[in-house]
């Protein structure tokens, strides 16, 4: 897991500019710090989900700066205003992540949702018409802890599985690994019943390889 600050360190991190390993599947998680519910179900949890990721999945969340990076040329929330994972403290900029969710909503011709939301994506050659998306609503709900926790518990184990979680997948797969269309298919299918959590699909958008789901 990366929380990262600017959007073009998020795309020079997918493109494997700053990794030895480009992962095939892709998730990056706009959750603003200033919304008290995303904290609350989200953001207090990301030391649990940093720990669980592994390393096949990498998991990208716009507009957190580490501490001693940050500097005056940015518009920062000081004093609450902070995540910590892994031992290290991220303070948010409101300016990175707004810059952040717009460009990103226009790169990749998705709608900017005003609740947390999670994009899993599989990278194609550095095209971005050509990614493949998963769009996940992260609504607010009596169940939102248990369910976004579940949910991520869930990506995490299937991207250590890769295809060999749908026993009855035709889907391709990118060196054995995870990829959009085998979770695409496991959401829309199985997750219900093994989870007891309901999806809702809002939009599928055949020609951009866009699924979008609210939990």
Request: charged share 25%; proline share 2%; aromatic share 14%.
């Amino acid at each position: 897991m990366f929380p990262i600050g600017t959007y073009e360190r998020l795309i020079s991190k997918i493109k494997g500019r700053e990794m030895t390993r480009k992962a095939d599947l892709i998730g990056i998680l706009f959750a603003d710090i200033r919304q008290s519910e995303t904290k609350e179900y989200i953001l207090n949890y990301l030391d649990t989900f940093n720990s669980t990721s592994g390393k096949f999945i990498d998991f990208y969340i716009p507009g957190y700066y580490i501490e001693e990076e940050v500097t005056k040329g940015h518009e920062t929330y000081y004093g609450f205003e902070k995540i910590e994972v892994d031992s290290k403290t991220y303070i948010f900029s409101v300016k990175e992540y707004e810059k952040a969710i717009q460009t990103f909503a226009k790169d990749f011709g998705v709608k900017r949702r005003y609740v947390p939301a999670l994009y899993l994506i599989e990278w194609s050659n550095g095209n971005f018409s050509n990614a493949e998306i998963i769009e996940i609503e992260l609504n607010k709900s009596p169940d939102s802890v248990k369910n976004t926790g579940e949910l991520f518990d869930v990506i995490f184990e299937l991207s250590k599985k890769g295809t060999n979680i749908l026993s009855n997948s035709k889907s391709r797969s990118i060196n054995n690994a995870l990829t959009v269309s085998d979770l695409r298919d496991y959401l829309l299918g199985d997750f219900a019943s093994d989870t007891g959590i309901p999806v809702v699909a809002s939009a599928f958008n055949i020609g951009k390889r866009l699924l979008s789901i609210k939990l």
